[in-house]
Structure formats: C-alpha cells, structure tokens
C-alpha cells in the first residue's frame, strides 16, 4: 500500500497466463470514501483476489463507494456486474464507453460495417471476411457481457484526481492524475514490459479516429507532466517513466520509417504492407496488426510522406515527392 498526501492507492494484482502478465486493479482509500478504480476480469481469481484485498485492509464489498473505469476493455470492467448485484453503488467512466459499455446493439451493428469497410479498402480480402464474421457473432454474443447498472459520464476532476482524457488503445480512455504528487494511474496507456496497442475504432459517428497519432499525443502529454510514478493496468509498477516513454516514441518512428521503406519498394496496400511486415501474425493476430499497419500508415500520411489514391475501391500508398 502506497500513501500520498490524504489518500492511499492499494493494488489488487492478479496474475494471469498471458504476455500482459498481470491484471491489476486499484483500491483508493479517502477520508469515507473507497473508490475501485477498473475492475480485472470476469474470472473467480480476480473475485477472490478483490475479497483479499479488501480483508487484508480490513475493508468488505460493502466500503467501496464508487467504481472509476479507465476504459472499457473487458479486462478492465470484468466484475462490475458481480460488484454492483451486491451493492448498487456509482459507476463512472468516459462518456464514449458508455454505449461500448452497455453493448449498444445499434453501435455495435455499425462497428462491424465499419470493420467491413475498413478492410476492404485496406485490401485484405478473405483474412478481412473472416475477421468481419467473427466481429458480427460476436455482436449477438456481447449483450451478456453488457453493464447492467447506469454508468455516468466523469468529469474533469475526480476525487483529488484531473481526469486526463488519453485516446489511442480506446477511445474512451482516460487517466487519473495526482497534479500534487505526480502519480497516475493510468489504465493501459503506458505498460512496462509491453507497448500499448493503438486499436482501430470508429468514434460514435462511425468515423475512424487517427488512434496511432492519438495515442502518440497521449503519451507525449504525460510525458510533459513529469510524472514520478505510474500504476498500470497490466505489470509492474513504473517510476518515473520518461525513459519508457521515449522509447515508445522512437519505437514508433522506427516502425514507421520501416513502413516506408516496403512503400518505397512499391508495395501499396495495407493488406500487402501488413504480410510483409509482420508475415504470419497477419494471419494469427489480424486484427492487432491491422490496427499497427493502418495506425503508422496514417501517421505517416499525417506527417506527409506518404499519400493515396484508391483504384478499384482499395487504398494504395506512395511517397511523397
Ligand atoms: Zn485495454
């Protein structure tokens, strides 16, 4: 357990069999108030593991008073539904997870023509088909995992916290900053031992969002913040993490220029960029690279050094002269 000023940040770490290695979580005790930030996964090791901790703070379910949520992957709100059928108490989170959150089927329906169309013009062909079949079972599939209780939008302050709003992996992400103590918690934006994906999405209206270039902005904001310590969704604690976060930013030059390199040789497509590479994982880890290939081909257009044309309904990327 860490104390700050007047409050205390107690982690609830639950390991887990897979490169992000832990599923962590936050307990934050304030004067009457015990506010769970995110809420691991929907399995019994993250129940139990919450009960621990609770207990070992002589804490039960019934103190925590409201449940933040950082963004609205599954492995960040998995226990809401178990929390608040015991005790109905607050949920907040940014006001784009909402519809994500309570598995809007209109939303979702309109998520997966997005994907649809999205790969077309990227080229992709069959791996595409196949992902779009997947996305639309999926959609009839979801409802059960919908949060049940009324979420609410957070402002711009929370508790002690400035809420940081920090797209790029999700588009409802947001951060909880400490200004006095320079601590954040910040959800998946900024991992130890991995770096964070920047996930295509289409925003509400169905637009794709530049997500690599959001997620570049995010982290360069947190950069300027001097922040002294950061507690992450997934790993190890990070101290002062201006080292990492720079070498996330050349991580993404580096790819980037990489990128340029194959357009230069002359291939054109993303389907085609995205073979050559990361060849096999476009066909095990699809839509992960897809997200990586259209996210660095958009920052790379956005810099302008490359351009576009569609022939034929798909995209082909050149250099710019
Ligand atoms: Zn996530």
Request: hydrophobic share 30%.
């Given at each position: 357990m860490k104390e700050q000023g007047d409050y205390q940040i107690i982690p609830i770490i639950v390991d887990v069999?897979?490169?992000?290695?832990t599923i962590n979580f936050y307990l934050i005790k304030r004067n009457h108030s015990l506010v769970l930030v995110d809420a691991g996964l929907d399995t019994d090791d993250c129940w139990y593991a919450l009960h621990r901790t609770l207990s070992e703070n002589n804490?039960?379910?019934?103190?925590?008073?409201e449940i933040v949520l950082t963004h609205n992957h599954g492995d960040h709100v998995g226990l809401v539904n178990r929390i608040t059928s015991l005790q109905p108490i607050p949920i907040y989170a940014h006001k784009d997870a909402i519809p994500r959150l309570k598995r809007d089927n209109s939303f979702f329906e309109m998520r997966v023509d997005f994907f649809a169309e999205l790969y077309k013009e990227m080229g992709c062909g069959d791996a595409g088909d196949k992902q779009v079949s997947y996305l639309r079972k999926a959609v009839l599939k979801g409802?059960?995992?919908?949060?049940?209780s009324e979420i609410a939008p957070i402002g711009s302050s929370h508790l002690r916290f400035k809420i940081m709003h920090v797209?790029?992996?999700?588009?409802?992400h947001i951060a909880l900053y400490?200004?006095?103590?320079?601590?954040l918690i910040s959800g998946d934006v900024l991992l130890h031992h991995i770096s964070s994906n920047a996930l295509i999405e289409p925003d509400i209206s169905g637009h794709r969002m530049p997500t690599l270039i959001q997620h570049k902005q995010s982290i360069e904001g947190i950069l300027a913040?001097?922040?002294?310590l950061v507690y992450p969704g997934h790993g190890i604690l990070i101290d002062e993490p201006e080292r990492l976060i720079k070498a996330r930013l050349a991580s993404i030059e580096r790819k980037a220029a990489r990128l340029k390199d194959l357009i230069q040789d002359g291939i054109s497509t993303g389907a085609e960029l995205a073979k050559h590479y990361y060849k096999n994982l476009y066909d095990t880890q699809f839509s992960l690279v897809m997200s990586e290939i259209i996210g660095h081909l958009d920052y790379l257009e956005n810099e302008k050094q490359i351009n576009r044309v569609k022939i034929d309904g798909i995209w082909h990327y050149r250099i710019n002269n």
């Open positions: 069999p897979t490169n992000l290695k804490f039960s379910l019934q103190d925590i008073t409802s059960k995992n919908a949060i049940h797209p790029g992996h999700a588009p409802d400490d200004e006095t103590d320079h601590i913040l001097s922040v002294n």
